[in-house]
């Protein structure tokens, strides 16, 4: 049945029809016409009107002050013709939503003793008998009922609020989503502390992760305005990844759910990823291929189903991408990490200047490693080029080293996701890891995919490089498919299958 | 009120306790060391079904410091530190050698034959052939292990010498770290008002990453 009515927010010249559903539905208690005014325009309410064909059919009123996180239905009425047919859910539905997205963390209301119709509905809704207020409506002498939602447990179309702990590699994430809504965000990266060894130190990533832990967790929740006690469930990497990294994010996530008695849901780093779109789509687009180009990783995935089909096709056989480019910045005398400054040397070079190789790009190799990469021997290569002039001692075009490097990392990437959309018959590409922030990576790829009509998505660059979000985004997803949790017994896993979605 | 406290060390196996107002109501002790990421959440649901009570009745949470070898040590922390913010409990920091002391002393004749020249020596196995060690002098008042040197990491024979060269002859014990000991310093360090907030991982190690030039690849 589709609902033959619209709700909107109410204005001040709905008033004289409130109103008069106002009298009709309570007739010995109706507010004032000034009182409802002083409802409908303040600042710290919410007011709904329902209208079918033209004419008004309910109205619906919420409260909720900025500093307080309860919230309270003012009122609410029917129309008797429209009675019966889902209207007041529709109205109290939205008005949860609203108090949500407001900030609220549960909702009151009163109904009276003797209208079990209403207490239907709500009880229906997740409301709560807590309390009951004698003779409250006057002058019959009705007792009145005092409902209570709470949020984080339950109700109607809820969606769940999943806490989500990062901590595969130098980053310590922690990210807070309701159902596929981002609520926060944060990262603590040890990147600096990396850069005078040229790459990410596991036992100095690992420490870090346990200074950043409480810091980042805590303004985690304020940025979500949530608390602790809000949160249903608890997501974590258990990997792929630095295995003493990822220990401290699963030792403090089960800790965490033991704590607040919430189930909790061992991930997949690789696949949270992925998962990471729906933040911004709401949804995600299936089949598609997905390359994850990290300082740890490069893979191409092919993923049916978020939760149930992903493959891996290919990766690569020696160092990932990312790493490629801090070893080559080395050779450069460029800074670490490599890949933004690579990006900055190669600003008005010649991508072509110098042919590079590309690895695993060979017709034998594409046929028997036609979705694997190595970067090995291209790092070699440009170390071997730069000391040819080194030893000469003559001067060579850095501008020119860096772009066509980037262009020889760059094309292999590209070409081997497009290859494996073309094969798959995938039209649609998603690009996840740090290295997507290198400009040269996203043009290309935006170029290729155009031409092969291909559906590109580049996630934001907060959602592409390992973060809290994509964790709880995927930990969402099990909660709301009715997964069982992991059990407090799983492990960090440094070479976890992409295969394997959940740990159970 | 009930004073619940969680015990927690990973130094070296995991040992898990909740203790009421200091007394023992559950302890879990997995010698494994190399399990800690499986086993130290289990074993913390585990301890407080057996000592009946929900996570938020525990008001404070003790953690083992260490020394220890880096990656369990993590664990433990990281757990008691996330327990305490879930329970909204507070948190403390006892150092892992010093519940160990803790054990020793609760033997009065070793307790008494303790003198300036011969203190109680702690050792625990650091890995890569050397020792964690601190030294005590006995106990205060409310039961608190007395450090007067260390924790350290050294080599056995370096500890000797060391021992030698400052003319003590010490009563050397290793046992194994008891979370319930463990509570039990942090009672008395409460009493007598040296009870730290401090929870940083005693690794008493630097990584061993060290910064290293390009290398080479043309002969």
């Not at chain 2, 585990?46 to 003790?62: E, F, H, M, R, Y």
Request: proline fraction near 5%; aromatic fraction near 4%; charged fraction near 20%.
């Amino acid at each position: 049945m589709t609902e033959s009515w619209s709700i909107r927010t109410a204005l001040e010249s709905d008033l004289p029809e409130i109103m008069a559903l106002e009298h009709e539905s309570f007739a010995t208690d109706a507010w004032s016409i000034e009182n409802m005014r002083l409802e409908l325009l303040a600042h710290h309410t919410v007011y709904l009107v329902a209208h079918e064909n033209e004419q008004l059919i309910g109205y619906a009123g919420l409260s909720k002050v900025p500093a307080s996180t309860q919230s309270d239905i003012q009122t609410i009425a029917v129309s008797p013709n429209a009675r019966g047919r889902g209207l007041g859910r529709a109205l109290m539905v939205q008005l949860i939503g609203d108090a949500r997205r407001l900030g609220a963390t549960e909702m009151f209301l009163e109904v009276r003793a003797d209208n079990p119709v209403a207490q239907g509905l709500y009880s229906s809704l997740g409301f709560e008998h807590i309390d009951t207020r004698k003779s409250y409506y006057q002058p019959e002498g009705i007792d009145a009922w005092i409902m209570r939602l709470e949020f984080a447990r339950g109700g109607v179309g809820r969606e769940p609020i999943v806490l989500g702990i990062e901590s595969s590699c130098d980053e310590t994430g922690v990210g807070i989503v309701r159902g596929t809504t981002l609520l926060a965000n944060v990262i603590s990266s040890s990147m600096e502390e990396h850069a005078r060894f040229g790459g990410v130190v596991p036992e100095i990533a690992a420490r870090a992760h346990l200074e950043a832990l409480q810091p980042t967790l805590r303004e985690a929740l304020a940025k979500a305005n949530l608390s602790l006690q809000d949160i249903d469930a608890i997501a974590v990497a258990n990997g792929p990844g630095l295995g003493g990294a990822l220990m401290v994010g699963v030792g403090a996530a089960k800790a965490l759910a033991v704590s607040l008695d919430k189930p909790i849901y061992a991930v997949n780093h690789l696949v949270g990823h992925v998962g990471v779109d729906i933040l911004e789509r709401g949804k995600i687009e299936l089949p598609t291929i997905a390359l994850l180009v990290s300082g740890g990783h490069t893979s191409l995935l092919l993923v049916r189903d978020l939760l149930d089909d992903v493959e891996l096709l290919g990766e690569t056989i020696d160092d990932a991408a990312g790493e490629a480019f801090d070893k080559v910045a080395r050779v450069l005398g460029l800074k670490y990490p490599g890949g933004p400054e690579i990006d900055r040397a190669a600003a008005g070079g010649d991508p072509k200047a110098i042919r590079f190789p590309r690895g695993l790009s060979l017709p034998k190799d594409m046929e028997k490693n036609r979705y694997n990469f190595s970067f090995s021997g291209l790092k070699t290569a440009v170390a071997r080029w730069v000391e040819v002039f080194e030893n000469k001692g003559e001067e060579f075009n850095k501008a020119d080293v860096a772009a066509s490097f980037r262009e020889a990392v760059v094309d292999v990437l590209v070409t081997k996701a497009v290859n494996a959309c073309n094969d798959f018959g995938v039209p649609r590409l998603l690009l996840g890891g740090g290295v997507v922030a290198n400009s040269r990576l996203r043009e290309l790829a935006t170029e290729r995919c155009a031409a092969n009509g291909i559906e590109l998505r580049i996630p934001a660059l907060n959602l592409c490089t390992d973060n809290g979000a994509m964790i709880a985004a995927l930990g969402a997803q099990l909660v709301m498919a009715g997964r069982k949790p992991s059990g407090l017994e799983f492990g960090a896993d440094s070479t976890l299958p992409v295969t394997t979605v959940q740990t159970p | 009120m009930t004073n619940w406290l969680l015990s927690i060390d990973s130094s070296a196996g995991t040992t898990v306790a909740v203790l009421e107002g200091g007394v023992q109501r559950a302890e879990i002790n997995i010698p494994d060391n190399m399990s800690h990421a499986e086993s130290i959440a289990a074993a913390i649901a585990n301890a407080l079904a057996t000592a009946g009570i929900k996570a938020n009745q525990v008001s404070s949470v003790a953690v083992g410091r260490g020394p220890a070898p880096f990656t369990g040590l993590r664990v433990g922390i990281a757990s008691a530190m996330m327990f305490a913010e879930g329970a909204g409990a507070k948190l403390f920091g006892v150092v892992s050698l010093d519940a160990i002391a803790k054990s020793a002393l609760e033997d009065s004749a070793l307790l008494q034959s303790l003198s300036e020249t011969t203190p109680l020596l702690i050792t625990a196995d650091a890995r890569r052939s050397e020792v964690y060690w601190a030294l005590y002098s006995g106990l205060t008042k409310a039961g608190a292990p007395i450090r007067i040197d260390g924790p350290g990491v050294i080599k056995p024979a370096a500890l000797e010498v060391l021992m030698q060269e400052r003319g003590l002859s010490p009563i050397i014990t290793s046992l194994p770290v008891s979370a319930t000991k463990l509570g039990q310093v942090f009672e008395a360090q409460l009493i007598d008002g040296t009870a730290d907030a401090d929870v940083t991982a005693l690794y008493l190690r630097s990584p061993d990453a060290v910064p290293t030039p390009a290398k080479k690849v043309t002969g």
